[in-house]
């Protein structure tokens, strides 16, 4: 990549927002889990870099067209990190022919890589229209590079109102929303657990509400972790017989 166009590519990704980022992760969380954040964030660069994708910056609730609810339920938008993911998915081990859910999936970074797994298929659900406008356009970037991925479903919705199949089997969250979002849309997954039981996983990265889903019955703690500066949990669901 030629200066100019890499001088041009960093200032069209906000590197300054990424200075700004990495001063605060040091004041809340410390030296040691800032420097997985950064080995995450140099991560985000190169998937970007890779597929012509636009996925790292982040964005407030406060730049989207949003209704009041949705910026007080809400959490900006910051993307999982590649490294982080890669991580995660491997201590999960979903087996082949899962439906993965992520929700509030923002510009579709989550799903462009769960889509390199075994996935039948990938959902995301994000209420900014948006940021599902611009994930749309990345997995377009993104397919003509890696046509064999699973498929991609984005749906513009409130988590409430999504509409379950009954066939998904891995529920993923990276702090997407506030603790009554997450109930109601625990409470949706229980549903549809119920109406077609099935075995599947939760997992819960930067979990700031834990306490609800360790209550949740219907999901067993499998495992936390630290990855990428910050604790993750999975849980598993078995049916009853």
């Not at 910056?57 to 209704?67: G, P, R, S």
């Not at 799903?111 to 356009?137: Q, Y």
Request: with cysteine.
């Amino acid at each position: 990549m030629a200066e100019l166009s890499l001088k041009t590519w960093l200032r069209n990704r906000n590197i300054h927002n990424v200075v700004a980022d990495t001063r605060e992760s040091l004041r809340a969380i410390g030296f040691v889990r800032t420097c997985g954040v950064i080995r995450s964030r140099l991560e985000d660069f190169v998937f970007d870099a890779r597929y012509g994708t636009d996925t790292t910056q982040i964005n407030m609730l406060e730049e989207l067209e949003l209704d009041d609810e949705s910026r007080r339920h809400g959490q900006r938008y910051q993307p999982t990190g590649a490294y982080s993911f890669r991580n995660i998915m491997r201590r999960l081990a979903p087996p082949p022919g899962s439906v993965f859910v992520d929700y509030g999936s923002g510009k579709g970074r989550v799903l462009m890589m769960a889509a390199l797994h075994p996935f039948a298929r990938v959902v995301g659900i994000e209420f900014s229209t948006e940021l599902c406008d611009i994930a749309r356009r990345n997995v377009d970037e993104f397919r003509s590079q890696e046509a064999n991925a699973a498929p991609i479903d984005i749906v513009d919705t409130d988590v409430r109102k999504y509409d379950y199949r009954h066939d998904e089997t891995v529920f993923y969250f990276f702090h997407p929303f506030d603790e009554a979002i997450l109930r109601a849309t625990l409470d949706g997954i229980r549903e549809s657990l119920e109406a077609r039981p099935r075995r599947a996983s939760l997992v819960y990265y930067l979990p700031k509400h834990r306490a609800l889903v360790e209550r949740e019955a219907f999901f067993q703690l499998r495992e936390t972790f630290t990855i990428g500066g910050y604790d993750c949990m999975i849980f598993d669901h078995t049916p009853r017989r």
